[in-house]
């Protein structure tokens, strides 16, 4: 595989605004360190659906997804907690918890999460499958300065973070809208059809900072 972007592992680089298509981070090491932050315009989501792509061999606890705010560092969490072998949106700082999903370690897995602060109602779709609806945080709205990280798990805003927590692996087709996406346009992204892309976060036009040491690489494909 070739490796189109080594960073230098000690320094941030900001890469800036780039079309990830085809492409994706590769996180090769554990470390309480190696991050990358999504930076986004948005300061106030009230509703949201949040799609990611993630292949780990991890048998840990491990951060998916972290966006925190100075007031909450869990407004918007994904995260797997392997003793309990659950997928864990949390929401304003409230965790719900899935069971039953056929998170396999080394392969691509496609997820989903949906949320809507009026309702307080909290979806998450795995490889296809999609959840319950379960009842989350609910009348408030995320707010605020948002710190969006890959690779670390934040116990505060841009900070706190702990390695064994730390994601080791591959992501890719990272999205983000600021509303409930049809389960048909889920669909297509789970099965990588065209779909809309995120108008808060848009892997094919990603505003982006690594720090230390993550790689950005082509995405690997089956060959036919």
Not at 31 to 43: D, E, G, H, I, P
Not at 77 to 94: G, S
Not at 97 to 111: A, T
């Amino acid at each position: 595989m070739t490796v189109l972007l080594v960073l230098a592992m000690l320094t941030a680089c900001a890469v800036g605004l780039q079309d990830m298509s085809g492409q994706m981070f590769t996180f090769p090491q554990q470390s309480n360190t190696a991050r990358v932050k999504l930076n986004v315009a948005q300061q106030e989501l009230g509703v949201v659906t949040l799609c990611h792509r993630s292949f780990t061999d991890l048998k840990r606890d491990h951060v998916l997804f972290s966006l925190a705010t100075s007031s909450n560092s869990n407004d918007l969490l994904i995260f797997w907690d392997q003793t309990n072998e659950e997928m864990e949106p949390h929401i304003r700082d409230k965790k719900t918890e899935y069971r039953g999903f056929d998170y396999k370690p080394n392969m691509w897995h496609s997820i989903c999460t949906t949320w809507d602060f009026t309702s307080g109602l909290v979806q998450m779709w795995i490889d296809g499958i999609p959840s319950i609806r379960k009842s989350g945080s609910s009348g408030s709205k995320i707010r605020g300065t948002m710190m969006i990280l890959l690779g670390q798990e934040q116990d505060s805003h841009g900070g706190g973070f702990d390695i064994n927590q730390s994601f080791v692996g591959m992501m890719s087709d990272v999205h983000m809208w600021d509303y409930v996406l049809s389960s048909c346009e889920i669909q297509n992204y789970m099965d990588e059809r065209p779909f809309t892309s995120g108008n808060v976060i848009n892997w094919k036009a990603l505003d982006f900072q690594i720090v230390n040491k993550v790689l950005v690489e082509k995405k690997f494909t089956s060959c036919h």
